[in-house]
């Protein structure tokens, strides 16, 4: 089964032992971001910025096409 992008940046920032606002803060961005990312908010269907997730992987150690 395809994983989400948003799990698994979930399952990797929890393997990495980060709150979402840690993360957040790591990133440059505020807690609410990561939530979205996280969760796919269907009522917010915007998709995350490349530039976001490249930072998001980045700190997590892993590679932009593990998230694919």
């Not at 990797?12 to 971001?33: H, Y």
């Amino acid at each position: 089964i395809k994983m989400e992008i948003g799990q698994r940046i979930k399952q990797e920032r929890e393997r990495s032992k980060l709150s979402q606002i840690e993360l957040a803060a790591r990133v440059g961005v505020r807690q609410p971001t990561i939530s979205r990312i996280e969760s796919q908010d269907a009522t917010k269907r915007r998709e995350p910025k490349l530039a976001i997730l490249r930072r998001i992987c980045s700190v997590l150690g892993i590679d932009l096409g593990a998230l694919g």
